[in-house]
């Protein structure tokens, strides 16, 4: 089954500690990102990478870091999360940056809590 | 900066009526405009998308329409059912470099559909 999985669905941590929300597409898609949504403000996009070892910022990048080293995996990491990175987190793939066939797949996102 | 905006944040309606979904986009270089679904506690699932040279486009039970001259794009969800409840969300896209489009998200419409 094509599909787009996110770990951990849900997390709660405490400031400052690190963490890594992994993301992995089994779509052989070259286009990843990521996003967080907040009520009020819809989804953002925190970084995308348009291949292995191809990443750039989107938009709220601040105090996130991510890594493509395989096609597969885009793991998402918060070198030391604050409260205000708590959100709700999608991971998304698509065949090729949207130009192509336009079809962004989200995963089911991970709820990350941060005391 | 530009934006993507809805009309209504929530619409309830009859099992078995149409459902007419708005949205106004305001980036007057985005040629490629997406919807797509959020059912609770799932990640957006990709329901139809239309290009800047087309006026309206067709799927099950789907119909997306696009107003250039106004900058306004409507999803049309023919004889709702339950199964249709969830947030709705517009999308536009625009070039952002070489072949990737960065996408810009609506903040939603909470569609009911009442039994």
């Not at chain 1, 065949?95 to 005391?115: N, Q």
């Not at chain 2, 099950?60 to 969300?89: C, E, M, W």
């Not at chain 2, 896209?93 to 996408?103: D, M, T």
């Not at chain 2, 903040?107 to 009911?112: D, H």
């Amino acid at each position: 089954e094509a599909q787009v999985t996110q770990n951990p669905r849900y997390l709660i941590t405490v400031t400052g500690k690190k963490l890594t929300v992994t993301c992995s597409q089994n779509m052989n898609h070259e286009y990843m990102s990521w996003y967080r949504q907040d009520p009020g403000l819809g989804l953002r996009q925190i970084y995308y990478s348009m291949n292995v070892e191809v990443t750039d910022k989107g938009d709220v990048p601040e105090g996130y870091k991510v890594s493509r080293k395989e096609k597969r995996n885009f793991p998402l990491i918060l070198e030391s999360p604050s409260p205000n990175q708590t959100s709700l987190y999608f991971c998304a793939s698509s065949l090729s940056g949207l130009a192509g066939t336009g079809e962004l797949f989200f995963g089911e996102g991970s709820r990350l809590t941060v005391l | 900066g530009e934006s993507v905006g809805l009309h209504l944040p929530t619409l309830s309606v009859q099992e078995g009526d149409n459902s007419i979904i708005n949205c106004a986009y305001s980036n007057s270089a985005s040629d490629y405009f997406i919807w797509y679904k959020q059912e609770s506690g799932k990640g957006p699932q990709f329901i139809i998308d239309i290009r800047s040279n087309m006026d309206k486009r067709q799927g099950q039970r789907v119909t997306v329409l696009l107003n250039k001259t106004v900058k306004h794009l409507s999803l049309q969800i023919a004889a709702t059912q339950p199964g249709d409840s969830a947030v709705y969300f517009c999308a536009d896209a625009s070039q952002s470099g070489g072949s990737n489009y960065k996408l810009t998200f609506g903040k939603g419409t909470l569609l009911t559909v009442n039994p």
